[in-house]
């Protein structure tokens, strides 16, 4: 069974600066996807970014860029120049291609402060 | 487009009452569609998923049921609820196999906040 670890339950950082949330998973398989899903205070689930791990290439969407260690198994997300919209519950997922199941570490709580 | 539509939006029901809250999906056909529940605070739990109409899989041992009576509406139900019921309950759904590169994302409705008392 695949397991997903996120060891920081809460993270404060002032607004228009850099934040790095911390995930680590544990699994024997090669080939799998990675995503960070944000939820804000809505609890509307959105997906952020996604990474297959067949690809070296650390994904980048906007202020949001992944750094994928894929042999030490972690797969950290940086938040840069932090802005009042992006404090929301973040959340590592896992999934095995043609397993289609979405496994879920704790989640890391975010506030931005002005 | 495709949209999801999972409602109540809340719900508060006595301990041993019954359960059914219900998902569809508009805008695509044959999706794999999924149940989660979030407790206080915590990270999703996945109960229930369904690659296809009248096929359920279940996760996890519990007190609650999943139906997909037809291929885009997904049921979560209960006979008896338990205190240990109350969560945050999320539907979601994806692309089959098949259907492009992008069916390993998941999209989530709105979820429903159930308060068992």
């Known amino acids: 069974a695949q397991t997903v670890t996120q060891s920081q339950p809460e993270m404060s950082v002032q607004e228009a600066e850099t934040v790095t949330l911390s995930c680590t998973y544990d699994?024997?398989?090669?080939?799998?996807?990675l995503f960070w899903y944000k939820q804000p205070p809505s609890r509307q689930m959105i997906l952020v970014i996604r990474?297959?791990?067949?690809?070296?290439q650390n994904a980048t969407e906007n202020r949001f860029s992944v750094n994928f260690q894929k042999a030490a198994k972690s797969f950290s997300l940086k938040i840069s120049d932090s802005q009042l919209g992006d404090t929301a519950m973040y959340f590592c997922?896992?999934?095995?291609?043609?397993?289609?199941?979405?496994?879920f570490g704790a989640g890391t709580t975010v506030t931005v402060r002005a | 487009s495709q949209t999801i539509h999972q409602w109540p939006a809340t719900l508060v029901q006595p301990v041993g009452s019954p359960l059914s809250l219900e998902c569809t999906v508009e805008?695509?056909?044959?999706?794999?569609l999924y149940w989660y529940r979030q407790a206080a605070g915590r990270g999703l739990q996945l109960l229930f998923y369904s690659v296809g109409i009248g096929q359920i899989s279940s996760e996890v041992p519990q007190n609650l049921s999943a139906s997909r009576p037809q291929d885009r509406q997904f049921i979560l139900s209960s006979k008896k609820l338990l205190l240990s019921d109350s969560g945050f309950y999320l539907c979601a759904w994806s692309l089959p196999p098949g259907q492009g590169l992008t069916r390993e994302k998941l999209f989530f409705g709105s979820g429903t906040q159930l308060s068992v008392l």
């Open positions: 997922a896992f999934m095995i291609p043609n397993d289609y199941k979405l496994s």
């Open positions: 805008g695509t056909s044959n999706p794999n």
């Open positions: 990474q297959e791990a067949y690809k070296q």
């Open positions: 699994t024997s398989e090669s080939n799998y996807y």
